[in-house]
């Protein structure tokens, strides 16, 4: 099924061809949205713009009238110049505009309906739509609320309800999770607001980067795979080389593809579960969640002495505010983090000034960790460390 990212370019490609022009007519092969579009006498009213909200697209012709497609698992907006041969039989049209320099073909979608000025607000699937993802005033905070109020959903099901939030499919539904290092099957009652807005931030950031031309991706660039999990079963994690798997969720049965090393945990299982082997991983705390961070960290190193980190921050009593972080690196998406702490001087001295100790952590951020996140690394290890 397509998704958000994929409407909202074809509303932009639309627009570009159709907007501020004449309809010369409108035809389909569906009996009643052609009598309807007669009826309306569409022909003649001016294209005024094209929108996408969430998975749905909208025609805004003069006078208040819309036509409304939603395109389901196998639809599809083309755009042709008058006169060119369409790729799909006109048997499958279902709705076709023209106006003198384009045509516009929408095949196979299961909805298409023509609204009047007052439709839309009472409609019973787009007045009901959570915060569009891309949307320029998209508002987070409501999005968080309404994974919020999901709360004995799995949060991979909850990230689909399009009437929490919308534009997530299944594609980004899989990599988000993935990138969070979220387990599809914690419970949204099981995930602190810090962790759901890191979810809903992500998918905001990605999708937004997959507006423009080529194919989706969401690994870095000069990557040979495009998707870390999605399609991707029985194969190797990009990230780990463990085997990617999937499942089904939710009464659609809709599918899920994650890593059991990257997001540890099934359902009934706590957070912390199966954590990497091969990493020095904390259980999390309580106090650590309130800190913010929700995936594990490990600290490596010693100073000359043999000394931990943990052990010399509490032989020296050092708290997690007296602790500036910097990270040295820009990162690509999904990439493990390695973070440099800057000691402050009680520390500074008693490695000599020069000692560092590098906190390894698979933080959900993309292109770059921002400075609060780097404090919400280090913040949840000393946590950790003097509990």
């Known amino acids: 099924m397509p998704e958000g990212d994929t409407l909202w370019r074809a509303a932009r490609t639309l627009h570009a061809a159709l907007a501020g022009q004449a309809v010369t007519g409108f035809a389909s092969s569906l009996p009643e949205v052609a009598a309807a579009g007669r009826g309306l006498r569409v022909a003649g009213r001016t294209l005024e713009r ?20 939603h395109l389901g698992m196998h639809g599809a907006w083309h755009l042709y110049r008058p006169g060119s041969r369409w790729r799909r ?21 299961p909805v298409v309906e023509w609204l009047g000025p007052l439709a839309e607000s009472a409609h019973p699937s787009l007045a009901t739509l959570g ?3 891309l949307a320029p005033d998209f508002d987070a905070e409501t999005a968080v609320a309404g994974l919020r109020a999901r709360a004995d959903a799995e949060i991979a099901v909850a990230l689909l309800d399009q009437q929490a939030l919308c534009g997530i499919g299944n594609v980004y539904k899989s990599e988000v999770l993935f990138l969070c290092g979220v387990s599809p099957f914690r419970r949204v009652a099981e995930l602190d607001d810090v962790v759901l807005g890191g979810l809903v931030a992500t998918a905001r950031e990605l999708m937004r980067r997959n507006l423009g031309p080529g194919t989706r991706r969401t690994t870095a660039l000069g990557q040979a795979r ?14 780990c080389g463990e085997a990617v798997r999937r499942t089904v969720q939710g009464e659609q049965a809709r599918a899920t593809f994650w890593c059991p090393r990257c ?3 099934r359902p009934g299982l706590r957070a ?15 106090r650590e969640r309130r800190l913010g961070l929700h995936l594990p960290v490990a600290v490596s190193g010693t100073d000359s002495a043999g000394s931990s980190f943990a052990e010399v921050t509490r032989s020296l009593n050092i708290s997690a505010r007296g602790i500036a972080f910097e990270c040295r690196h820009r990162l690509a998406i999904g990439a493990r983090v390695e973070l440099d702490i800057r000691l402050p001087p009680a520390l500074r001295a008693h490695f000599g000034g020069g000692d560092v100790y590098r906190v390894k952590a698979a933080v959900c951020r993309l292109e770059e960790v921002a400075e609060q996140d780097i404090h919400r690394v280090g913040a949840r290890f000393l946590a950790a460390a003097e509990s």
């Open 50 to 69: 094209v929108e996408a909200r969430g998975k749905h697209l909208l025609m805004r012709f003069s006078g208040g009238v819309t036509l409304h497609t």
């Open 272 to 286: 912390g579960s199966n954590m990497d082997p091969e990493e020095t991983a904390m259980t999390m705390t309580e």
């Open 226 to 239: 495009g998707l870390f999990v999605y399609g991707r079963a029985g194969r190797g994690c990009l990230r």
């Open 263 to 265: 997001q540890p945990g």
């Open 131 to 133: 915060p569009d993802l």
């Open 89 to 109: 039989s006109p048997a499958r049209a279902r709705a076709v505009v023209r106006t003198e320099a384009a045509v516009a073909v929408c095949f196979d979608p």
